[in-house]
């Protein structure tokens, strides 16, 4: 994570079904949220000392990313690439500790712009094209600043498995203006749809 998280290079990442693709800006969250991690177990630990440097580390990679992927309104899909746009789903972690790593209300800034970018079906992975994964989508609707907005991004993907003909059990992998599915299937990942609700837990 410290020494290729900042800037990863041509890689997978978890949406591997998209190909390689360097500089990714959501991988890079990744990484420094694994370093924020580490803090946060140094810390439960009782080694504050290491806590207190990794947090470090992690504050000042965040404030680095978002002068490396800014676009103005929203944060781009790769460092590297103009005029594109993605779930930066890796930051509800940020939200979910109550961190504050990124500075400049970058989760707030990239909620207001997915809302501008919502097909009948849910909100795309990113720019490259329309397809999701829904329960990305839920990781985002996560990070709203409330209820409403929230399902803003639910009602979407419940249009979806209500009225898909795709007849297979939920697919977390889905076209977002036809509702048609691509190619996953009842699989575990879908226990990531439950993002909110842990949330709440940890918040009570």
């Known amino acids: 994570c410290l020494r290729y998280g900042q800037d990863p290079e041509n890689q997978l990442c978890?949406?591997?079904?998209?190909?390689?693709?360097?500089?990714?800006?959501?991988?890079s969250i990744k990484a420094i949220m694994g370093v924020a991690g580490y803090s946060e177990m140094a810390r439960?630990?009782?080694?504050?000392?290491?806590?207190?440097q990794y947090a470090g580390i992690a504050k000042n990679m965040a404030v680095k990313w978002e002068a490396m992927a800014?676009?103005?309104?929203h944060y781009r899909l790769a460092f590297d690439r103009e005029n594109t746009w993605s779930q930066k789903y890796n930051m509800v972690w940020d939200k979910m500790w109550n961190l504050n790593l990124f500075p400049n209300n970058v989760i707030d800034k990239e909620i207001k712009y997915y809302l501008t970018k919502q097909n009948p079906y849910g909100l795309p992975l990113d720019s490259r094209k329309e397809y999701t994964k829904s329960d990305w989508v839920i990781w985002t609707a996560a990070m709203a600043p409330d209820r409403s907005t929230f399902e803003k991004f639910i009602d979407p993907l419940y249009k979806y498995i209500n009225e898909t003909e795709s007849r297979v059990p939920i697919s977390d992998w889905h076209h977002t203006?036809?509702?048609e599915w691509v190619g996953f299937k009842a699989?575990?990942?879908?226990?990531?749809?439950w993002m909110q609700v842990l949330m709440d837990k940890i918040s009570k």
């Open 70 to 73: 800014n676009e103005g309104d």
């Open 14 to 27: 978890t949406d591997d079904f998209a190909g390689h693709w360097a500089h990714n800006a959501n991988l």
């Open 44 to 52: 439960l630990l009782g080694l504050n000392d290491v806590a207190d």
């Open 177 to 179: 203006d036809s509702g």
């Open 187 to 193: 699989r575990s990942v879908i226990g990531g749809y």
